[in-house]
């Protein structure tokens, strides 16, 4: 089975960073995913790891470890636009031609504060 | 930028009553799939489609589900004798097989 575990909530002020954190434990790993959803909107691709380390791009990073089955996204000179739900999502490979299936996390609301 | 758009946006259906979503892929993707979001819970998938097929399909995707292409455009999800819990945003998305899955801006359903 899958098992994709992110805080419910967290806070932060505008202008500061934060360090969304996702673990996860599952059979044919392949690829880590964070999207941005807004109240009753759609997910929106934000970054992708599939190796170990930290990808950057602009506010946003994204880390892997998949020997800890550990993941972080990392949002840096948050703005009041940035509150939103986080959502982690893991990739499993089951068939080369099938595309893929994505397992979502609960995701993590955060909010910005002024 | 291309776009999946996805109609209707909102229905509100009567339970025991068939209902069909619509879905228009990003032109030159290749692989197609449904989500769903209860809500206040997380996205869940349902099903994959590539090559005219099923490729993979979650738990939830019963027989009460199917899934159709039936021209180069659309992208169908018909529920046949809706649920009240079949209630939630349905999300199609697409990709072209690489890393990005570009998703709908969702068809909202309510079984009353």
């Known amino acids: 089975g899958q098992n994709i575990d992110q805080p419910t909530e967290m806070t932060a002020t505008e202008g500061a960073i934060v360090q969304i954190n996702c673990t996860y434990q599952?059979?044919?790993?392949?690829?880590l995913f964070w999207y941005q959803q807004h109240a009753g909107e759609a997910p929106t691709f934000l970054s992708y790891n599939v190796l170990d380390g930290l990808e950057e791009k602009g506010r946003f990073s994204s880390f892997l470890s998949r020997s800890k089955g550990y993941s972080y996204l990392l949002l840096k000179e948050l703005q009041m636009k940035d509150s939103a739900s986080y959502l982690c999502?893991?990739?499993?490979?089951?068939?080369?031609?099938?595309?893929?299936?994505?397992?979502f996390g609960k995701g993590t609301s955060l909010l910005v504060t002024p | 930028e291309p776009e999946v758009t996805q109609t209707p946006s909102h229905q509100v259906t009567q339970m025991g009553q068939e209902v069909i979503l619509r879905c228009v892929p990003i032109?030159?993707?290749?692989?197609f799939y449904w989500y769903r979001q209860i809500l206040g819970q997380k996205v869940e998938f349902l099903v994959s489609?590539?090559?005219?097929?099923?490729?993979?399909k979650s738990e939830i995707f019963d027989d009460q589900f199917s899934v159709e292409r039936p021209d180069g455009s659309n992208f169908t999800l018909k529920i046949r004798s809706t649920k009240l819990e079949d209630s939630a945003m349905y999300f199609c998305?697409?990709?072209?097989?690489?890393?990005?899955?570009?998703f709908g801006e969702g068809s909202w359903l309510t079984v009353v």
């Open positions: 032109s030159n993707h290749l692989y």
């Open positions: 998305a697409s990709n072209m097989g690489g890393n990005t899955i570009y």
């Open positions: 999502a893991v990739r499993v490979l089951l068939n080369s031609n099938s595309g893929y299936a994505l397992n």
């Open positions: 489609f590539y090559n005219n097929e099923i490729s993979e």
């Open positions: 599952t059979s044919g790993f392949n690829g």
